[in-house]
């Protein structure tokens, strides 16, 4: 399974960027697809989630300002950010929930990532 982001780069406090993500492979089923980001010198944080039932979270600091959508059908999800603050500057980390035909548990996969810079 491959995981891979596209979207990221630089942008002006209160700018908006997208996100992308998919997941390719010998997929048998996603079951939640999501992101998480990492700032230099701090822990990796989960931003945001959603499930195949169309449940969302999100962490406290991007509610209201970041969207994410998704289609189980393509194993694509995408991060739609507005009003971006310079604390929001991180690499963002794309990760499906799924199992394949050759593992049926389902776990974790993540993308290599993609930066995001917010400047004042």
């Known amino acids: 399974v491959q995981v891979v982001e596209s979207g990221g780069g630089l942008v002006q406090a209160g700018g908006s960027l997208r996100l992308s993500c998919g997941a390719s492979g010998s997929i048998f089923s996603s079951y939640a697809m999501g992101w998480s980001r990492q700032a230099p010198g701090n822990q990796r944080e989960l931003v945001t989630f959603?499930?195949?039932?169309?449940?969302?979270n999100y962490t406290d600091s991007v509610r209201g300002r970041f969207t994410i959508l998704a289609d189980f059908g393509k194993n694509t999800v995408s991060l739609q950010m507005n009003n971006l603050k310079p604390e929001d500057t991180a690499t963002y980390y794309c990760?499906?929930?799924?199992?394949?035909?050759?593992?049926?548990?389902?776990?974790?996969?993540w993308g290599q990532g993609t930066q995001v810079t917010v400047s004042s």
């Open positions: 990760y499906a929930h799924l199992s394949t035909f050759d593992d049926l548990t389902p776990r974790d996969y």
């Open positions: 959603i499930t195949k039932r169309g449940n969302t």
